[in-house]
T-cell receptor, first 116, second 115 residues
Framework: AQKVTQAQTEISVVEKEDVTLDCVYE???????LFWYKQPPSGELVFLIR??????QNEISGRYSWNFQKSTSSFNFTITASQVVDSAVYFC?????????????FGAGTRLAVHP | NAGVTQTPKFRVLKTGQSMTLLCAQD?????MYWYRQDPGMGLRLIHY???????AKGEVPDGYNVSRLKKQNFLLGLESAAPSQTSVYFC??????????????FGPGTRLTVL
């Protein structure tokens, strides 16, 4: 079965702290993609990153970085020097072909609160 | 380029009433999806469409119907609303979906309350 687990329900940090959001996935597919989405208080879902199963290089985008480790089936997301605007719910998702279409399986989300 | 839009943004229904949620995308995407988001459960797929005139069931399809008469529009219908359908509904679209490479882009959501 395919599954995404985000064990941290809520995280609270003070501005400028670094924070890591954990994501563990399960799949039997050899080809799959992993995603992170951000849902700010306004409610929309914002795409952050897509990573394929063959590329284990870490990726950095400004204050955001992602650590993909196939050996532990994890795709963790780190925010460096967090800011109040980072406060949101963050979803990790796994994508694989199922029944002929691109099925996206979401974790339950991690709510991040960054306090001034 | 508006991306994915949804109407309405908010709606309150009484049990047994019907309604239709409209999703529109202007990115010429082939695939469209309807999800519901409930607290602590992430997003779950209700129905999806692989192209104009075709629809299929997702993970939680009961109580919902969909139609894709035009490529750019995907409608979600509730024939007889129930309190269990109180949720936030998201529409998404992706260019293709024959491989797992494509990114799904989401609309702003519709918050539905059924009393």
């Amino acid at each position: 079965a395919q599954k995404v687990t985000q064990a941290q329900t809520e995280i609270s940090v003070v501005e400028k702290e670094d924070v890591t959001l954990d994501c563990v996935y399960e799949t039997r597919d050899t080809t799959y993609y992993l995603f992170w989405y951000k849902q700010p208080p306004s409610g929309e879902l914002v795409f952050l990153i897509r990573r394929n199963s063959f590329d284990e290089q870490n990726e950095i985008s400004g204050r955001y970085s992602w650590n993909f480790q196939k050996s532990t089936s994890s795709f963790n997301f780190t925010i460096t020097a967090s800011q109040v605007v980072d406060s949101a719910v963050y979803f990790c998702a796994l994508s694989a072909i199922s029944g002929g279409y691109n099925k996206l399986i979401f974790g339950a989300g991690t709510r991040l609160a960054v306090h001034p | 380029n508006a991306g994915v839009t949804q109407t309405p943004k908010f709606r309150v229904l009484k049990t047994g009433q019907s309604m239709t949620l409209l999703c529109a995308q202007d990115m010429n995407h082939e695939y469209m999806y309807w999800y519901r988001q409930d607290p602590g459960m992430g997003l779950r797929l209700i129905h999806y469409s692989v192209g104009e005139g075709t629809t299929a069931k997702g993970e939680v399809p009961d109580g919902y119907n969909v139609s894709r008469l035009k490529k750019q529009n995907f409608l979600l219908g509730l024939e007889s609303a129930a309190p269990s359908q109180t949720s936030v509904y998201f529409c998404a679209s992706s260019l293709i979906a024959r491989t797992s490479t494509d990114t799904q882009y989401f609309g702003p959501g519709t918050r539905l309350t059924v009393l």
